[in-house]
């Protein structure tokens, strides 16, 4: 078989071509890393674990019409996806204080937000994705007024939908990255969200408690990270316990 060209490699998925024009075939590696790239392991199986989580999370958005770039599942490890421009930026969303925003603003983790905050961070790894404003975004060109309408308008609409979602298994949605990219309808132009949804990109904590089953485990060194996805996905029905085949979620048109 020919070896697929690839278009890009990340920390923890690889883009290749995809078999038409303008789809990629996305690839998700057993690869963790932390603090950007410092701390790093092979995870036995994460991989797998994600593709199926974002499969679940990604068919969801569109069954509510949220546009994003998950066009079906290919395998255990990869999906096709539409191709798109990824706006450089991380677009984090929190509902409860955690991580950088505790350590920065001196707020106990945990602490729930009198509304949800929006943040975004600058992609770029040899900066260490640095936070930014509006002001930097509109200054730098990296998305227009427009385009940021758009993204705050995603961002909640994923937040209210995961949120939900996750409540519904006994899950805290504590906060949450999204990547968005930009498509091209004809002449019409509009965002979708794209990249992955899945435990290595929320904070996800057990409603009951407190326990987290997102990737804190390998960033704190809590234990078994294998074992905090897999609870996720039995949950969500997504790869129920000691089954290998993962259930495929329904896609209503
Ligand atoms: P933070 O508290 O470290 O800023 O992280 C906020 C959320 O963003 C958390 O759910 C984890 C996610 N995140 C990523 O997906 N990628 C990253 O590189 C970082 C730093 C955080
Ligand atoms: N994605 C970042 C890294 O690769 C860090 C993180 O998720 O904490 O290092």
């Known amino acids: 078989m020919a070896r697929r060209k690839k278009i890009y490699e990340g920390k923890a998925k690889t883009l290749f071509e995809g078999p ?36 679940y999370f990604m068919t969801g958005l569109t069954n509510i019409g949220v546009p994003n770039h998950f066009i079906r599942r290919l395998n255990m490890r990869e999906q096709l996806v539409r191709a798109c421009e990824i706006i450089p930026l991380e677009i984090i969303v929190r509902n409860f204080a955690a991580g950088s925003l505790s350590k920065r603003l001196g ?21 260490g994705d640095p936070l930014v404003g509006e002001e930097h975004i509109a200054a730098f060109g990296w998305a227009s007024q427009q ?16 949120s939900g979602v996750m409540y519904g298994v006994g899950i805290k949605l504590v906060d949450f990255k999204i990547e968005v990219g930009r498509v091209y309808d004809g002449d ?14 929320c904070r996800l904590w057990d409603v009951a408690t407190g326990q987290k089953l997102d990737k804190d485990v390998f960033r704190r060194d809590l234990g078994s990270l294998t074992d905090a996805y897999t609870e ?22």
């Open 20 to 55: 038409e024009p303008g789809t990629l075939v996305q690839y998700f590696k057993d690869d963790a890393t932390a603090f950007n790239a410092e701390k790093k392991d092979v995870i036995e199986g994460k991989g797998v674990l994600n593709n199926m989580l974002s499969e």
């Open 107 to 127: 707020i106990e983790e945990g602490t729930a937000l009198p509304r949800p905050i929006i943040e975004y961070c600058y992609k770029d790894d040899r900066l």
């Open 147 to 162: 385009d940021m309408d758009d993204i705050v308008s995603l961002a909640l609409r994923v937040n209210d939908f995961l």
């Open 188 to 201: 019409f132009q509009r965002l979708i969200v794209a990249d992955e949804i899945s435990p290595d990109s």
């Open 232 to 253: 996720v996905a039995r949950r969500l029905g997504v790869m129920p316990k000691g089954s290998a085949v993962p259930i495929k979620p329904t896609l209503i048109n």
